[in-house]
């Protein structure tokens, strides 16, 4: 690629085996992508180079004034040893959409999917190959200018990162118990809720912790100003099956609008089912619990594909969904979607896209 240099390591690392437990975020690759913004000048000095640390000035912006947005998705590979990407322009366009709010100057979606491709391909013997395993990637942006004032900075860095993950259910599809979080609220419309910014994960990691030592594993958001609507979980859009209606949040500016929301959507419609994307109360979704029509609930994200929802407590109010097993319409997404993602099934035109061969 033009405008991109690359310099490989000369020191690779041993890479995890087919027996060694990968986990979530902690082992990374050899290399990484780099690429500087000054203003006045743009964007710069994209390059890919050896994985190792950054150095920052203490008083650059994002240490003290959190300005920076994130990406996160996931390269695949197939049994016949293709490398897949899947939708990755929407992370890009999304990247973008959250740049806006924080005012960080604007992306070449473009020039990020090429040079994405790049990076993986030079990496990608470390994408894993357990049944379920991917190489996760982690785009970001901070602010950079060392400068106390608050305003924007002048200075960015764009950093890419590649990670390999073990499969986020390491024995099957396992439904989850969250509850509804009455005191903590993760963001507000006119917020930044939307986007996917740092800040938002260190307000909401109080709640979390919270939640934690409960014994649940998540928190489901309500609005920020009423607390009535249901929001999202954790990391992850909600779905709820009702009287075989699926529903799901319409985004309100509030909450993060996920690929895998989208794509969902997108799928179950095709599959023929009916998706209404609407403000849904929390008192609703009792409601429907109560005259026996709450069939399924699972939240949606990049990590966990889906995670099926077995008890969802409401105050004093426990309600055990399915039976704490997960559901039919939960179960066939699931399928679906993984079936694309991994190159098992042919997708709607542009989803799956294949960068190279192992
Ligand atoms: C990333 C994220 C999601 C899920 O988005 P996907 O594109 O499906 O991975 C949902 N909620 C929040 C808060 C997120 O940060």
């Known amino acids: 690629m033009e405008n991109l240099k690359i310099e490989l390591t000369q020191h690779p690392k041993k890479k995890p085996g087919p027996g060694d437990k990968l986990g979530f975020g902690s082992v990374f690759t050899d290399h990484m992508m780099l690429m500087e913004y000054d203003r006045g000048i743009g964007w710069h000095d994209a390059r890919i180079v050896p994985f190792g640390p950054i150095t ?66 030079i990496d990608k013997d470390w994408i894993p190959e357990a049944e379920g395993a991917s190489l996760y990637i982690r785009p970001f942006i901070i602010g950079n200018e060392s400068k106390l004032g608050v305003k924007e900075a002048d200075n960015y860095i764009y950093c890419v990162l ?23 609220v993760r963001a507000v419309r ?8 740092g800040g938002n994960y260190a307000s909401s990691m109080r709640a979390q912790t919270i939640a934690h030592e409960k014994g649940y594993s998540q928190v489901l958001w309500l609005d920020g ?44 419609r095709r599959d023929g089912y009916t998706v209404t994307e609407r403000q849904i109360a929390i008192q609703e979704v009792a409601d429907a619990y109560d005259a026996g029509k709450l069939d399924e609930m699972f939240g949606t994200g990049t990590a966990a594909v889906i995670s099926p929802v077995g008890e969802l407590k409401w105050g004093d109010k426990i309600m ?35 960068i190279g061969h192992i």
């Open 225 to 268: 100003v009423e607390k009535k609507y249901v929001g999202e979980v954790g990391a992850m859009n909600i779905f709820f099956v009702i009287d075989g209606e699926v529903i799901t949040p319409e985004l309100d500016g509030s909450i993060l609008p996920g690929i895998t929301r989208k794509s969902m959507i997108e799928l179950l």
């Open 320 to 354: 055990k969904i399915n039976n704490g097993e997960i559901g039919p319409i939960s179960a066939h997404a699931y399928k679906e979607l993984t079936d694309i993602q991994w190159g098992r099934a042919k997708g709607p035109d542009g989803w799956s896209v294949e």
């Open 56 to 121: 920052l000035s203490p008083a650059s912006t994002v240490l003290h004034y959190a300005q920076e947005t994130f990406e996160g998705m996931k390269a695949y590979r197939s049994t016949d040893g293709r490398v897949l990407l899947f939708r990755p322009e929407e992370n890009f366009k999304r990247l973008n959409r959250s740049n806006e709010r924080l005012c960080i100057p604007e992306l070449d979606v473009d020039f990020c999917v090429e040079s994405l491709k790049e990076l993986v391909m």
């Open 162 to 184: 590649l990670s390999p993950s073990g499969a986020y259910y390491e024995s099957g599809l396992k439904p989850v118990p969250i509850y509804v979080e009455e005191e903590y």
């Open 190 to 197: 006119g917020g930044t809720g939307f986007a996917k910014t």
